[in-house]
Structure formats: C-alpha cells, structure tokens
C-alpha cells in the first residue's frame, strides 16, 4: 500500500473512531497510515465464530444416563471405551460388537474387572453384521473397526440417529469418502454429535495454537511439512486354522484393503492438523513411495507426498514406517509473518524470535486432565448432553481424502488431482464379508508406472 493512500478497512476504523468520541487527535492515526500496517497488528485469518475452538474441561457435564455400544473391540476400541468412561459419568457400556469372539470377550472382563460394567451375553455380537445389532440398542457408538468398514457403519448409525465416535482415518478408498459425506450432511440434519479420532483437534496446546494462527499471529499461511516417521508397526504371522479373511482382518494395518496404508491409516493425523490450520483442501497431488522392509500385507513402507493447494501454496508430507531410521512426528506451517512447530509448541516471527509459547504450567493449574483421547470424548458428551448437534466427519472425511489422493499419487506415480480422486470409482470392500478364501492374487503391491494403466 502506498504510503498517502489509507486501505479501505482503515477508513471505516477511522470513521468509526470519529463518530463514537466526537473528537480524537489526528496524529496518532496520521503516523500510522504514513508508516504503513502498525507493528505487530494482525489480520485475522477467520473472525471469531467462523472457526471452532472446543471447550475442554476436564470432565462431561452431568447429564441423562446415556447407554454406549463398542464395534470394534481390538486395542483401539478397547482405549476409546476406557478413554469415553474416564471422561464422563453417567455412561452404561450397553452392547459389543466384533467379528472376533476373543476380542470381544477381552473387552468384556476388562470392563467388568477395571470398571464394574457387566455386559450381558445377549447383547454381545459376533460377526460382521454385529454393528447393526449394537446400534440398534444404544444412544451412542464408538466405531473402531478396521477403516475400511467405518463409512457403511456411520451410515447406519445416522439412519438410526445414534451419535458416533469414528475412528480415524474414517475411510480407505473414495467410494467410503462419498459415503461419509453423504451420511455426515444426514448427522447434520438430525441433529447428531458427531466426533473423530483426530485428537489434536482436542489436544490443549494444538487448540490454542490453532486460534493463535487464525487471529493472524503468523499472518498468511504460505506452506508447511508435516511428518509421521517411525519404526515399523506390529503385525500378525498367519496362524493354522485362519482363513484368507480372518488373517487379513487380524492383520489388517499391513493390508491396503482394511487400513487404506499408513499414510491414511496413521499420517492422517498430520495431514489433518495442516488442513485444519488452513481450512483448505489439496487440489491435487504429486508422490512416490515404496516397500523395503514389510513383513506381511501390500503397503508400502514410506511415502512423500507435494500437496498443491488452489493458492497455490505447498504442503510436504513425509511419512514412514521403517526400523532404524530418524523418527519424526510433527507439523510445521509457515506464514508471512512467523512460524508454528508442533515439536515446541512455539510460534516464532520471522528474526526466529519466540513470540508464543504454550504454557504447560498455566494449564497445568487451570485443569488436571491433558490426555487428548480423553477430551475428544469430553466434547462428544457435552454436546450431546446439551443436545447440540456437532459434526467433525465432513472435516476429517477431506483429510481422509486427501491420505488417499496421496496414496494413489505415489502408487501410480501420476499427478491425482482433487477432482480426480472424488469421482474415482476405487471400492476396497469385498463383494462378500464372510470368514473363508479370498482371491489373495489381487493382493499386490502397486508398482509406479503400471499401476492404475492395467
């Protein structure tokens, strides 16, 4: 802006000023406009009440007794029934769900043993039509299954008008992301509260960073990295007596077809994290990836991904799950004024100047709980005591998509554009769901350049 010129938001501050004193010295308005945007003024990125920011007590409201079911009672759902027990009273474990009858039942005495839940063996199901029958009988259902299933439960969990907590990622392929969507604008109508598994959306200093960044502290956002580095992820030997199916679906963070691979599966998180900060979605994607070192599934073993936005501004996505090599999770976004780093929590100008820091011990004195896994459920139940209707699918169902854009980038070495990839006809799901021989040749790992050409 030119040094005699005033922007037009400045004239209409500087009428308002005129008009609620009746006189005001002119000098100090002068000088500002003279010397271009005063020091360390900041330009929301959002108005407050165009972005949401959580409240995170350390426990639910008290409320309505509210019966709760479980789909999915491996060690995900079995953390998310402890994590929804310790942040709110009042909640009555009332159904399982599993396609396994051992993971059910280790699930049902650790909640009789740890927490004085007994639930009965009649409202205890087995199979893969076990989410319906839970559903049925509760008020709200947690949906820890592997990715792949969660749109078609979440689907009927909003036909049936049952609040949910989805698990992240919340699909596997595009036809799942069509499916979320389509349900979250049916949770939005009814009403529902509806909460993910993308913690740091819940997660004290990424929240308060997050309003930091929207009210402009580090101005326009230009780019950033995000990464999810670690050594490799369990997995199961084939054992006698399992089938195709059952060794898959025990196995299932290895396999494309029930996780969606790690980038989706896990690095969503990060992915998410600079979504959410932006509020804004890839446009197309640029990739490559590979497989060195998995013991069993077809994944690949790490991927980087260039992520393009419709401003034009990048984002690197770095993720890998390979033994031996530096470990990094984190998210770095910068802007025109400063910087965020996840790994400090530190918001620093452009000099590298520390200019805001979460303040562990603040709030440590102002709450007592800090587990993000906890709070994530404390929104879901007060939203739900309140009866306010509260929708995080859709949001999370763009960073799930924007996983597998970069997923099918780096598989078929090919630039995925946005557009591409919500139109893709791609269906994980088997043509049928039962406990016997599947057709494994399809299990292959993608090979660049052939890939998606068969």
Known sequence: MGKNKISRRAFFTYSAALGATGMIGSSSILTSCAGGEKSGAQTP??????????????????????????????????????????????????ALGDVFADRLNNVKNMLAEKHGQQVPDEACFIGFDAYQKVIDMVDMVILTTPPVFRPYHFQYAVEKGVHAFL????????????????????????????????????????????????????????????????????YRERQPGWSDMEWTIRDWVNWKWLSGDHIVEQHVHNIDVFLWMTGMHPIKATAFGSRQRRKTGDQYDN??????????????????????????????????????????????????????????????????????????????????????????????????????????????????????????????????????PMDMSKFTVPVPGVYGAE
């Open 167 to 234: 698990e992240k990622p919340i699909a596997a392929d595009p036809k799942g992301f069509r499916t979320i969507m389509a349900a979250s604008k049916q949770a939005v109508a009814k009403g529902l509260s509806v909460v993910t598994g993308t913690q740091r959306r819940h997660q004290r200093p990424y929240v308060e960073a997050f309003q930091k960044i929207q009210e402009g502290i580090i101005g326009e956002i230009t780019g950033g990295n995000v990464y999810w580095n670690q050594g490799m992820l369990w």
């Open 303 to 436: 991927f980087s991904v260039d992520f393009v936005f419709e401003n034009g501004i990048h984002l690197h996505s770095m993720s890998r799950q390979i033994d031996g090599c530096s470990t990094n999770v984190s998210e770095f976004v910068q802007g025109t004024k400063g910087s965020w780093n996840s790994e400090t929590h530190e918001i620093k100008d452009l000099q590298g100047n520390v200019i805001w820091k979460f303040d562990q011990d603040k709030a440590n004195e102002e709450f007592k709980q800090h587990n993000p896994y906890v709070l994530e459920h404390v929104d879901w139940v007060n939203h739900i005591r309140k009866g306010e209707g509260h929708d995080e699918s859709e949001a999370t169902g763009i960073s799930t998509l924007a996983g597998i854009m970069g997923r099918e980038a780096a598989y078929s070495g090919k630039t995925i554009t946005w557009d591409e990839i919500t139109a893709s006809e791609q269906d994980y799901m088997p043509e049928k769901l039962e406990l016997g």
């Open 45 to 94: 990125l959002k108005k407050p009440g165009e972005y949401y920011i959580p409240e995170l007590p350390d426990k639910a409201i008290e409320g309505r007794e509210l019966k709760v079911g479980l789909v999915g009672c491996g060690g995900r759902g079995s953390g998310a029934i402890e994590n929804l027990l310790e942040a709110a009273d009042g909640i009555v474990v009332t």
